[in-house]
């Protein structure tokens, strides 16, 4: 079939959108083209694309301009299938939906609650934006062919909406990472890949690795304020911005340790943080926040130390920890990595969304 994954917020590097799910439907045979944003990855596979430029215009137009925009474009790939990712083309998503047409909807996040993290909506706002944004996703849930859930409570509320639902976890594909065995060049240091901000314990990581005399290396986008705040620090730590995926698998497979510590935001509870299967899959003992679904993950590999933010000298004394005791880092990485290849492996997770694509497929056929 031809498929056609849209988006106007997310850029066209975006790991979930085109390594993952993009490269997967791919190489099992559809025609697959990505509407996003630039930039676009350097190398994808056989998958096209077309960008959706970012217009200037006023903040408050944009999800108007880009909408419709990204709306074009997904129309004129002549899709079969269109799977978009972002809550705001909702309403343009669903004028696409027709008889040569199935459209899904594929929620990275849990988007009410992520709202109420939103430090650009004032906060009195945002309860009811909150509420406004899930009547949305309730009353539009059952009129899209299916929903491809990232997390399994984003799955089970859209489940209760009457939603089709399918479970497409934000795993890892390990071809990415190599033996943890074969990386024995560690550098003692810690890592932090993704964005990095203040609600993902930005301050915590750079003040336990100060305490702990551990240098800091932070990958992924960063905000104004955050980088603001980071050049006027004076601990061990280095920034290297934006990496690509190879790039990110080099420097975890050189790194110590995995920091994982996301502050107790609501959109962040019941979170599969991608960081944290990353970085048990390159072999790294993790230490992580007591988020809830984030603790039941390490406590169950056995792959590291789950820390109470509360609890600065904690966190301080299990990096020393791992950064003292080889051996026990080297035991701590292996059972992440044993989790990973039973548990969290994008291999099952390729599997469920080829089901779905291969359902609609089936039905197309039998209409």
Not at 163 to 168: D, E, G
Not at 328 to 356: H, K, M, P, S, T
Request: aromatic share 6%.
């Amino acid at each position: 079939m031809k498929i056609c994954m849209l988006s106007s917020v997310h850029p066209a590097d975006d790991i979930r959108i085109v390594e993952k799910e993009a490269r997967s439907l791919s190489e099992s045979g559809h025609t697959v083209t990505v509407v996003a944003r630039p930039p676009r990855p350097g190398d994808a596979g056989r998958v096209e694309f077309r960008l959706v430029e970012l217009p200037a215009v006023p903040r408050w137009k944009r999800p108007w301009v880009m909408g419709r925009a990204a709306q074009a474009l997904a129309r004129s790939t002549r899709a079969d299938v269109v799977q978009f990712h972002d809550p705001e083309l909702i309403p343009w998503a669903l004028r696409l939906r027709r008889p040569g047409c199935k459209v899904i909807y594929d929620v990275h996040e849990d988007v009410p609650a992520d709202i109420c993290s939103k430090k650009w909506i004032p906060r009195w706002m945002r309860p009811a934006v909150a509420a406004a944004m899930e009547l949305v996703e309730r009353s539009t849930a059952r009129r899209f062919d299916a929903v491809v859930a990232a997390t399994p409570d984003i799955a089970e509320r859209f489940r209760g909406y009457g939603a089709a639902v399918t479970l497409v976890r934000n795993s890892v594909r390990l071809d990415e990472f190599i033996e943890p065995t074969v990386a024995t060049k560690r550098r003692r240091q810690a890592v932090y890949v993704g964005r990095t901000s203040f609600d993902r314990g930005l301050i915590e990581m750079v003040e336990a690795c100060a305490a702990a005399q551990l240098p800091l290396v932070l990958a992924g986008a960063i905000g104004t304020e955050e980088e603001e705040w980071l050049n006027k620090s004076t601990a061990d730590v280095n920034y290297r911005g934006r990496l690509g995926r190879r790039d990110v698998a080099a420097l975890l497979n050189e790194s110590l340790v995995g920091l994982n510590l996301l502050l107790p935001e609501p959109n962040y509870l019941h979170s599969l943080p991608t960081k944290l299967f990353e970085y048990m899959a390159a072999g790294l003992p993790v230490i992580t926040s007591d988020l809830p679904r984030s603790k039941a993950i390490v406590e169950a590999a056995k792959c590291g130390f789950v820390v109470s933010l509360a609890d600065p000298a904690g966190l301080r004394d299990k990096l020393r920890e791992l950064a003292n005791e080889p051996q026990r880092a080297i035991e701590l990485g292996l059972a992440g990595r044993a989790a990973v290849e039973r548990d969290y492996n994008w291999r099952d997770d390729a599997a469920e969304l080829n089901r779905l694509y291969d359902e609609i497929s089936w039905t197309r056929n039998a209409a």
